[in-house]
């Protein structure tokens, strides 16, 4: 099953991959690594609401049922992920710093037309990424329960992604959304290679 899912991951329209090795650098740490993560599902449940509030309209089928539903997922996560912490005697910390995310935040159009589809492009990138690093942990992780969890995230963030590249095509065109998506891809390979390497899911 995990290679399944490595072999589904090498269809994703990344412009970079991640190799075993990373996994089982960053799994050497597992404790460290389950903080990060259960910061980014956090985030991840926050943005969704943040979108859903913030351009509900009308103009877009089905916005504000799709937003609800991507934050219930990723709050179910966050369940998940500090279920497992708390097991391996971890706790949740008070500051986390994601200078993948930010970096990636960076590449919004502010206050015109485009800030809405960058929004959403912005979500499926972070999606993409994490689901093909979940195939990679599922892959690496010499721990069952990890594995498995991984595993089980890789197809939910499969899902996610392609319900926010779904959204921008919706909002901006088909032909508008994948161009700004290629640059994107692009921009986000540049970004991660930046990045330090650590037991993170975004680390370099």
């Given at each position: 099953?995990?290679?399944?899912?490595?072999?589904?991951?090498?269809?994703?329209?990344?412009?970079?991959?991640?190799?075993?090795?990373?996994?089982?650098?960053?799994?050497?740490?597992?404790?460290?690594?389950?903080?990060?993560?259960?910061?980014?599902?956090?985030?991840?449940?926050?943005?969704?609401?943040?979108?859903?509030?913030?351009?509900?309209?009308?103009?877009?089928?089905?916005?504000?049922?799709?937003?609800?539903?991507?934050?219930?997922?990723?709050?179910?996560?966050l369940a998940q992920v500090t279920r497992l912490l708390m097991k391996?005697?971890?706790?949740?910390?008070?500051?986390?710093?994601?200078?993948?995310?930010?970096?990636?935040?960076?590449l919004v159009r502010k206050g015109g037309p485009g800030e809405v589809?960058?929004?959403?492009?912005?979500?499926?990138?972070?999606?993409?990424?994490?689901?093909?690093?979940?195939?990679?942990?599922?892959?690496?992780?010499?721990?069952?329960?990890?594995?498995?969890?991984?595993?089980?995230?890789?197809?939910?963030?499969?899902?996610?992604?392609?319900?926010?590249?779904?959204?921008?095509?919706?909002?901006?065109?088909?032909?508008?959304?994948?161009?700004?998506?290629?640059?994107?891809?692009?921009?986000?390979?540049?970004?991660?290679?930046?990045?330090?390497?650590?037991?993170?899911?975004?680390?370099?």
């Amino acid at each position: 099953m995990a290679l399944h899912a490595l072999d589904k991951a090498a269809s994703l329209p990344l412009h970079s991959r991640t190799p075993l090795e990373w996994g089982a650098s960053v799994l050497a740490d597992p404790v460290r690594l389950l903080i990060d993560h259960a910061f980014l599902e956090k985030k991840a449940a926050n943005n969704a609401l943040e979108l859903m509030t913030r351009w509900p309209h009308d103009w877009v089928e089905g916005w504000v049922e799709t937003m609800t539903a991507v934050a219930r997922d990723e709050a179910a996560h966050l369940a998940q992920v500090t279920r497992l912490l708390m097991k391996r005697g971890g706790r949740l910390e008070r500051v986390h710093k994601n200078p993948y995310a930010n970096a990636l935040r960076q590449l919004v159009r502010k206050g015109g037309p485009g800030e809405v589809l960058d929004r959403l492009l912005i979500s499926a990138l972070i999606e993409v990424r994490s689901c093909e690093r979940f195939a990679v942990l599922s892959a690496a992780s010499p721990d069952p329960e990890l594995a498995a969890f991984y595993r089980a995230l890789f197809s939910s963030e499969m899902g996610h992604y392609k319900v926010f590249l779904r959204l921008a095509r919706k909002v901006s065109g088909r032909a508008v959304a994948d161009a700004r998506w290629q640059e994107m891809l692009a921009a986000e390979a540049r970004i991660l290679a930046r990045q330090e390497p650590g037991p993170r899911i975004h680390s370099r």
